[in-house]
């Protein structure tokens, strides 16, 4: 399995205001996601970060809102920009990793506050 | 897209006996299907999961079957512990959504000792 850390775990934050998490992988991975989990919910996929071109977001997410970079193979950020209450939530990233067994993996994820 | 339901979304069993929560899926290309239990503070973690080639998976006291036809998936859990305990979610990807996981609501297992 990868292992995947994020920074930071946690953040409070103002409204209006931006933060980018960051998911570092161990080794290298095709697949990156980032997931959005609200309290007490289940996880929602925001979108995928396609290594080297634009990521591909779902329905209801958007890139002015959530950009993503991932400029190589373990490495990726989603900003969370111009913050309201309604963001707040726990992001994690999330990669598909095990070689010839695929299997998918989550990372320890970033609880964010936004006040 | 894709469209999970999870029932039931609470389940409360004495330490010993079975549990069984169940899922349905909507689209047929959907091929992968994975649960997660995640404790309370901690990240969804991969216990089991089943391809649309394998009809059942056993994995110690954890299984999985799943009904490509009629388009749902299960998970069972024998002599249920009280570490058990945690909040299950099943996910379908597959097709044009491979990697891209789809979830259901999750279920509160609660193992009484």
């Known amino acids: 399995s990868a292992v995947i850390s994020q920074k930071p775990s946690r953040d409070i934050c103002q409204r209006g205001t931006s933060l980018t998490i960051q998911c570092q992988v161990d080794?290298?991975?095709?697949?990156m996601f980032w997931y959005r989990q609200q309290p007490g919910q289940s996880l929602t996929l925001i979108a995928t970060a396609n290594q080297g071109s634009e990521a591909t977001y779902e329905s209801g997410f958007v890139i002015d809102k959530f950009p993503i970079s991932r400029p190589n193979l373990t490495f990726s950020t989603l900003t969370v920009s111009n913050m309201s209450p309604e963001d707040s939530s726990i992001y994690l990233c999330?990669?598909?990793?095990?070689?010839?067994?695929?299997?998918?993996?989550f990372g320890p994820g970033t609880r964010l506050t936004v006040t | 897209g894709e469209n999970v339901e999870q029932h039931p979304s609470t389940l409360s069993v004495q330490e010993g006996d079975s549990a069984v929560i169940k899922c349905t899926y909507s689209d047929s290309a959907s091929n992968y299907f994975p649960w997660y239990k995640q404790e309370l503070g901690k990240r969804p973690q991969l216990i089991i999961d089943i391809r649309s080639n394998v009809g059942e998976k056993k994995d110690q006291r954890i299984a999985v079957t799943l009904n490509k036809t009629a388009k749902h998936f299960s998970l069972h859990i024998t002599e249920t512990q009280p570490e058990d305990s945690a909040v299950y979610f099943c996910?379908?990807?597959?097709?044009?959504?491979?990697?891209?996981?789809?979830f259901g609501r999750g279920t509160q297992l609660t193992v009484w000792p």
């Open positions: 080794s290298q991975v095709t697949m």
């Open positions: 999330s990669v598909v990793a095990g070689g010839r067994r695929y299997e998918q993996y």
């Open positions: 996910a379908a990807s597959g097709g044009s959504t491979l990697g891209r996981l789809y």
